[in-house]
């Protein structure tokens, strides 16, 4: 059976969670989700989603515990939202820990302070998505010489969703939202490549 973790190390974990148990249901197939917070853990799973919340808390936290490794080691395909998007990426504006398993650059705040975070419906899949944007981060740059990426979504000119292989980083909230449509969309490359 199919399991995806959460990693849940700080942030909006319990929403990914509810939401892709709802996923799971929808698509009718045999598959688990847990909430998982060491690496040993993280190792039981054929995919990892990494949440929004303080990518500098989660990021240290991934490195002291091994959770990085364990990603790489087996070649795990990762979903990050926000902080999660940072994360999955090799650099930011800041001196961090991070995943560095996606050829992205990706600016932290970029959107403004808390208070400058919005709702908009955004297009993705060819279909509108209601998009939440909480100090989102903004894609400032992607390796263009790799083949496997490819942009899923742009708001205001800017790219808010790509994916690269089997690893994909939003730069919105899709888990605040009841809309299981992109945690299916993961799940679906999760059983691709356990196939
Ligand atoms: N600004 C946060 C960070 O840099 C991300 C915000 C979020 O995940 N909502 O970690």
Do not use: W
Not at 83 to 98: C, E, H, S, V, Y
Not at 141 to 158: N, P
């Amino acid at each position: 059976m199919v399991k995806i973790g959460i990693l849940n190390l700080q942030g909006a974990v319990s929403e990914h969670y509810d939401i892709t148990k709802k996923a799971i249901e929808n698509m009718g197939i045999d598959a688990d989700v847990e909430s998982v917070r060491y690496a040993d853990e993280v190792a039981e799973c054929d995919g990892i989603i990494i949440s929004g919340g303080e990518s500098t808390v989660i990021g240290k936290i991934i490195e002291r515990r091994g959770i990085d490794e364990v990603i790489k080691e087996n070649n795990m395909p990762v979903f990050g939202t926000c902080a999660g998007m940072i994360l999955l990426g090799k650099k930011t504006d800041f001196d961090q820990p991070l995943l560095g398993i996606m050829d992205i650059t990706v600016g932290r705040n970029s959107y403004g302070r808390q208070k400058d975070s919005f709702e908009s419906p955004i297009s993705i899949f060819g279909e509108e998505f209601p998009g939440v944007f909480i100090r989102a981060p903004i894609l400032e740059e992607y390796d263009k010489t790799k083949d496997d990426i490819t942009v899923l979504s742009e708001f205001d000119s800017e790219i808010i969703a790509i994916q690269q292989g089997h690893n994909i980083a939003m730069s919105f909230h899709p888990e605040l939202t009841d809309d299981t449509r992109i945690h299916e969309y993961f799940i679906k490359e999760v059983l691709k490549c356990v196939e």
